[in-house]
């Protein structure tokens, strides 16, 4: 019989807090992660730790159902090459992951294997429940929580360490994930999320003023991490000196601004602009100076009304 099995990985910040899972069904499915690593890194380690659960069943071919092309890439054409060239790339350069990599070799040996390439993010159930249990457990690092190991496969001997490279966050030129493989943002995590925002009951506009107050909080402020995650690729900024900045100026201004004192906030208008996108506009007092201040947030991804907020263009006027 046929084990069919989805693997995942998942970063935040890609380098960051990050997590692999692999499942087959509710009972039968494992994850684990780092404190920091790649999103690569969490696909490889997802399939290493599949392959490792189910030895003990060599008898039954593995079907394994996997959304990255650099994973399956790398284990079926890349690999005997590498391995010839004393994991060499063809210019020379060391191979990425080169532990995991030698680990998936010799787990493959002696298997039979399948892998199947399948789009992420497009409703497949299996791939959708490992990116979901691979994102979990990155968000779980992420904020310090216990991690979500999952019940793994019966009989599965405990799973070996795999020493880790430190992370890095690009890949090779003949290793290049292909864009619509990566993995932010992640479906899964953005159900779950809507679920969690419609157990408190909040609407889109709360949920944005919400964003807005935790953008203001000085140790966000200061945390180019934690204000990265709230700002949208693409933001810009028109300061209070009329300047006009882009994301990179914008956080290193939010690190040199943040207020360390009181503020009052008094929400002066709430817009939605369609289902993805939210206009906040307030007026924000702090160390006795007043500013008018209107910030757009849109979804992080356009197409899917459930994602999360992310700030897309924000203005700020003093007043006179």
């Known amino acids: 019989m046929t084990i069919t099995a989805a693997a995942d990985g998942s970063a935040l910040g890609n380098p960051g807090p990050a997590g692999w899972a692999w499942f087959i069904d509710e009972n039968t499915w494992r994850a684990g992660g780092w404190p920091h690593g790649t999103n690569n890194m969490g696909e490889l380690k997802a399939v290493l730790d599949l392959l490792e659960s189910t030895a003990h069943r060599p008898e039954e071919p593995l079907r394994v159902l996997c959304d990255s092309q650099y994973v399956i890439n790398s284990i079926t054409k ?3 090459g590498w391995k010839k060239k004393g994991w060499k790339k063809r210019d020379g350069k060391p191979v990425l992951n080169v532990e995991l990599m030698k680990a998936l070799d010799a787990a493959m040996a002696g298997r039979d294997v399948r892998f199947e390439w399948v789009k992420g993010h497009a409703g497949h ?3 959708e429940a490992a990116d979901v249990r ?3 457990v990155a968000t779980a690092f992420q904020a310090g929580r216990p991690i979500p190991e999952g019940p793994g496969f019966d009989g599965a001997a405990p799973a070996r360490a795999v020493p880790l490279p430190e992370p890095q966050g690009r890949v090779g030129e003949d290793e290049q994930e292909p864009a619509e493989d990566r993995h932010d ?5 953005e159900l779950l999320a809507h679920e969690q925002r419609l157990a408190r009951g909040l609407t889109p506009e709360q949920e944005v003023e919400q964003h807005e107050r935790r953008l203001l909080d000085p140790a966000v402020r200061r945390d180019p991490r934690r204000a990265a995650e709230l700002l949208h690729e693409d933001f810009h900024q028109v300061a209070g000196t009329g300047r006009w900045l882009d994301r ?3 956080l290193e201004a939010l690190a040199a601004e943040a207020e360390t004192g009181p503020y009052d906030l008094d929400v002066l208008a709430r817009r939605r602009l369609g289902g993805t996108a939210v206009q906040l ?3 924000l007092t702090a160390s006795s100076r007043t500013t008018v201040r209107s910030s757009t947030w849109v979804r992080q991804d356009a197409r899917n009304e459930l994602g999360p907020w992310q700030l897309l263009l924000h203005q700020t ?4």
């Not at 943002?185 to 995590?189: E, G, K, M, R, V």
């Not at 006027?317 to 006179?320: F, I, L, Q, V």
């Open 281 to 283: 506009v307030y007026r």
């Open 317 to 320: 006027t003093p007043e006179s």
């Open 185 to 189: 943002p992640d479906l899964l995590s």
């Open 134 to 136: 691979a994102r979990a």
């Open 125 to 127: 159930e299996l791939n």
């Open 78 to 80: 890349w690999m005997p």
């Open 248 to 250: 990179r100026a914008a």
